[in-house]
C-alpha cells in the first residue's frame, strides 16, 4: 500500500473537470450526467472505465444517505497506475450545531448502516462534524457490536499524504481479518466480513481513504489500472 499511497500523492497524469455537490434540507444537487464525459478526459481503457463508473455510481448513491447539509467537490484523477475518483466535502455549520447533533448521537451506533458504503456515508457525515467520534462508529451483528470506525483508523505515521487524520478500507479488512483469525467463534466479525465481501466498491477498490484535511472531509477511492 505505501508503494500506491507515495504514486496518488504525486501530480497526477490528467485531471478531470469537478462536479459541485450541494445538499440542503436532504435535497441533493449535482450534475451527474457530465460524470461520464469528465471521466473520459482520463483517457482510460473500456473494462477500467466501466469500474470507475461504477464506482461513481456507488458514490452517489452514498452521498444522497448523507443527512447533513455540505458542499463538495468530485473529480477522477488518473496516474501511472491508478486511476482515483476524489470527493472533497465541507459542511457551513457552526460549532454549536455540530455540538448539538453530537450530542445527539454520542453512543457512534447505527443500527441501520447497512452495507459497506452506507459506513462510508457514515464515516463521511461524521467527520463532516468532528472526525475524533469516526473512531466511535460500530455497527449492531445479530445483537453483537462491531467498531467499524476504530478498525479502519490509519495506524501509519504522519498519516496518509497530508491528511490530519484517516480510515482506510485497506486497515478495516486488515482488523476484520486479525479479529477472526484470532476469534474463530466471532460471528459478528464474520457476518461484517462476509458484507464486505459483497460489497462493490470494495471488491474493485483497491483502497478507500476517508481523512480529514483543515476543515474539510476528503475521500480517495482508488483503483488499480490493470488494463493499460
Known sequence: MEKMYKEIEKMPICKSKNIIIT??????DADFDKVGDYLKECDLKHKDNLQMELLFEETAIMLEEITKDFSALLWFEKFEHYCCLKLTAKTDMSFEKKEELLGMSTSGENAMATGFMAKIADIIETGLLDFDYVGRLQQQYGGVSVGFGSMGIYDGM??????????S????????SDAIEEDETDDA?????????????????????????????????????KNQ
Open 189 to 225: 466479525t464474520k457476518e461484517a466480513w462476509d458484507e464486505l465481501e459483497k460489497s462493490i466498491v470494495a471488491s474493485l477498490a483497491t483502497d478507500v481513504i476517508v481523512g480529514t484535511k483543515s476543515n474539510t472531509i476528503e475521500m480517495t477511492i482508488v483503483k488499480e489500472l
Open 158 to 167: 504522519g498519516g496518509i499524504g497530508d491528511l490530519g487524520a484517516a480510515w
Open 169 to 176: 478500507l485497506s486497515d478495516y479488512r486488515m482488523s476484520l
Open 23 to 28: 445538499c440542503k434540507d436532504n435535497k441533493l
